[in-house]
C-alpha cells in the first residue's frame, strides 16, 4: 500500500495537469497552442536546460555517461525500429522518429523530478537534450526525408544545452542574479508543457486504433527494456538507472506528431500513437515506477 500511495503521488499530478489543458479544450475555452508551444520551447524550456545543467552539483563526469548512454540508447532505438520498418515494408518517414523518441520533456522531466528528486531532474534533462538533439538532427531528417541536419543549431535548446554542457565542463556558474531570473522562468516549462500536452490530445482526431495501440505497447515496452539494459552495459545505478529507463519508456510526443504535419509524413497514425501510447502510459508508467522507487 505504501508503495503504491508512492507511486501514485510521483503520477498524479503529471496526468492531473494534463487533465487540466483535456478539460480545457472539452469546456470549449480557447488555448492559443501556438502561442504557448513558443514561449514554452523557446525560453521556458531552455532556461529549465541551462538551469539545471549550469547549477547542477552532479559531477560532471557522471553527467557525462549519462549522455553517452543517452545518445546510445537512441541511437540503438533508431537502427532497430528502421530495421524494423523495413522488414514489414513501413514507410520510414512515417514510422522511425516517433517510435524511437518519446515524450521525454512534457512527460518525462515532471516524473523524474517526483520520483528522484532534483538529482533525478538534472539527470533527465541531460536524457531530453540529448534526445532533442538526435530529434531535431537525424530524426528531422529521416521525417523531412532529407535536408540539413544542421538545422538544429537554430533550436534555443539546443543552444542552451550546448552552453549548460560548457558551463558544468568548465565549473562556471552563472550569477545570482541570472540563475534567479532562469530559475523563475524555467518554472514554467513542466506545468506549460503537461498542459498543453492534454489540450494537444484533446484536439487530435483519429481513426483505426488497433494496429497503432499495439505499436503503442510495443514502442512502451521496448523503451523500458531498452533503457534498463543501456543503463547496466554503462553501469548506471541508482537515480542514473532509474531515470534512464524512464525516460526511455515514455509515450510518443506530441512533437511528433506536428513534425509528421509540417515535412508531409502521414501525420494521421502519428496522432493516433500520441494518443495510445499517452492512454497506455497512464497504467505503464505507474507499474514501470513501482519496479524503480
Given at each position: 500500500?505504501?508503495?503504491?500511495?508512492?507511486?501514485?503521488?510521483?503520477?498524479?499530478?503529471?496526468?492531473?495537469?494534463?487533465?487540466?489543458?483535456?478539460?480545457?479544450?472539452?469546456?470549449?475555452?480557447?488555448?492559443?497552442?501556438?502561442?504557448?508551444?513558443?514561449?514554452?520551447?523557446?525560453?521556458?524550456?531552455?532556461?529549465?536546460?541551462?538551469?539545471?545543467?549550469?547549477?547542477?552539483?552532479?559531477?560532471?563526469?557522471?553527467?557525462?555517461?549519462?549522455?553517452?548512454?543517452?545518445?546510445?540508447?537512441?541511437?540503438?532505438?533508431?537502427?532497430?525500429?528502421?530495421?524494423?520498418?523495413?522488414?514489414?515494408?513501413?514507410?520510414r518517414r512515417t514510422w522511425v522518429a516517433p517510435l524511437a523518441f518519446?515524450?521525454?520533456?512534457?512527460?518525462?522531466?515532471?516524473?523524474?523530478?517526483?520520483?528522484?528528486?532534483?538529482?533525478?531532474?538534472?539527470?533527465?534533462?541531460?536524457?531530453?537534450?540529448?534526445?532533442?538533439?538526435?530529434?531535431?538532427?537525424?530524426?528531422?531528417?529521416?521525417?523531412?526525408?532529407?535536408?540539413?541536419?544542421?538545422?538544429?543549431?537554430?533550436?534555443?535548446?539546443?543552444?542552451?544545452?550546448?552552453?549548460?554542457?560548457?558551463?558544468?565542463?568548465?565549473?562556471?556558474?552563472?550569477?545570482?542574479?541570472?540563475?534567479?531570473?532562469?530559475?523563475?522562468?524555467?518554472?514554467?516549462?513542466?506545468?506549460?508543457?503537461?498542459?498543453?500536452?492534454?489540450?494537444?490530445?484533446?484536439?487530435?482526431?483519429?481513426?483505426?486504433?488497433?494496429?497503432?495501440?499495439?505499436?503503442?505497447?510495443?514502442?512502451?515496452?521496448?523503451?523500458?527494456?531498452?533503457?534498463?539494459?543501456?543503463?547496466?552495459?554503462?553501469?548506471?545505478?541508482?537515480?542514473?538507472?532509474?531515470?534512464?529507463?524512464?525516460?526511455?519508456?515514455?509515450?510518443?510526443?506530441?512533437?511528433?506528431?506536428?513534425?509528421?504535419?509540417?515535412?508531409?509524413?502521414?501525420?494521421?497514425?502519428?496522432?493516433g500513437l500520441v494518443v495510445a501510447s499517452t492512454l497506455l502510459s497512464?497504467?505503464?508508467?505507474?507499474?514501470?515506477?513501482?519496479?524503480?522507487?
Open positions: 500500500m505504501t508503495l503504491a500511495l508512492t507511486v501514485l503521488g510521483i503520477t498524479a499530478p503529471v496526468f492531473l495537469l494534463a487533465a487540466i489543458g483535456w478539460g480545457w479544450v472539452r469546456l470549449g475555452l480557447s488555448y492559443d497552442t501556438v502561442f504557448v508551444t513558443r514561449l514554452a520551447m523557446t525560453l521556458a524550456v531552455p532556461a529549465l536546460i541551462l538551469t539545471a545543467l549550469a547549477e547542477t552539483t552532479l559531477d560532471p563526469a557522471a553527467v557525462a555517461r549519462m549522455a553517452l548512454a543517452a545518445l546510445t540508447a537512441y541511437g540503438i532505438a533508431l537502427a532497430l525500429w528502421a530495421v524494423a520498418c523495413a522488414a514489414v515494408g513501413a514507410e518519446g515524450n521525454t520533456g512534457n512527460v518525462g522531466l515532471p516524473l523524474a523530478l517526483f520520483a528522484f528528486g532534483a538529482e533525478g531532474l538534472a539527470l533527465a534533462v541531460v536524457v531530453f537534450a540529448c534526445s532533442a538533439i538526435i530529434q531535431f538532427t537525424l530524426g528531422l531528417w529521416i521525417v523531412a526525408g532529407g535536408g540539413s541536419p544542421l538545422r538544429a543549431l537554430r533550436e534555443p535548446m539546443v543552444a542552451a544545452t550546448l552552453l549548460g554542457a560548457l558551463m558544468l565542463w568548465q565549473g562556471w556558474r552563472l550569477p545570482a542574479v541570472a540563475a534567479n531570473a532562469l530559475g523563475l522562468v524555467g518554472q514554467m516549462a513542466i506545468p506549460l508543457m503537461l498542459i498543453t500536452l492534454g489540450v494537444a490530445v484533446a484536439r487530435l482526431r483519429v481513426k483505426a486504433m488497433g494496429m497503432v495501440t499495439a505499436l503503442a505497447a510495443a514502442k512502451l515496452a521496448a523503451g523500458a527494456a531498452l533503457g534498463a539494459g543501456t543503463a547496466l552495459a554503462f553501469g548506471l545505478e541508482g537515480a542514473a538507472a532509474g531515470v534512464l529507463t524512464l525516460q526511455l519508456a515514455m509515450p510518443v510526443a506530441v512533437t511528433s506528431y506536428l513534425l509528421a504535419e509540417k515535412y508531409g509524413a502521414d501525420a494521421q497514425p502519428v496522432a497512464i497504467v505503464a508508467l505507474p507499474a514501470l515506477l513501482s519496479a524503480l522507487v
